[in-house]
């Protein structure tokens, strides 16, 4: 003999109840706009899942728009944090002693390529995340796809190659 279904309405719904709180809302957008990965964030003690904050901003209109506003400026800090790599010369030259102790410098290699890496893996989550803003590339707005966008570094090797030259002189001048 065949038992009668429930109707659906009768089951509780499923998870815990969302805790959504403005404080933490704002907080999440305060972080997202200093380039903090929202993944990142809501793995920290006393913030909620990822998913809970999607589902929030399904619900607040407000909400999704503060949180792709605070993005957008968390993209911005992400270039300018480019800038600030790329201007730190910190460890890229090491002091080298030869066997009668003279001091001699020569270039940290290994410091110098992690230091262009960091800043090519920004550039293109940028191009990415942005095309409009930080691609190299003209696209137009039908054009926007994962696979249509290209990202032509060579404008920044250049400047990097500049930068590299200019701290060589220096370090040379400081002697």
Known sequence: ?????????????????????PQTATTICEMLSEGIPLREICRKEGFPAWRTVYDWMKKDPELSTA??????????????????????????????????????????????????????????????????????????????SPMAIQINLGVFKDVIESIKQQRQVETIENK
């Open 67 to 144: 949180i792709a506003y605070a993005r957008d400026m968390g993209y911005d800090w992400m270039a300018e944090e480019c800038l600030e790599i790329a201007d730190d010369a910190t460890n890229d030259w090491m002091e080298v002693y030869d066997e009668e102790g003279n001091v001699s410098y020569k270039l940290n290699g290994e410091h110098v390529q992690r230091s262009k890496l960091r800043i090519e893996t920004r550039l293109k989550l940028l191009a990415k995340f942005n095309p409009k803003k930080y691609s190299d590339k003209i696209v137009q707005p039908d054009e926007i």
């Open 1 to 21: 003999m065949a038992t009668k279904r429930k109707d659906p309405s009768e089951y509780l719904p499923n998870g815990r109840p969302s805790t959504y709180n």
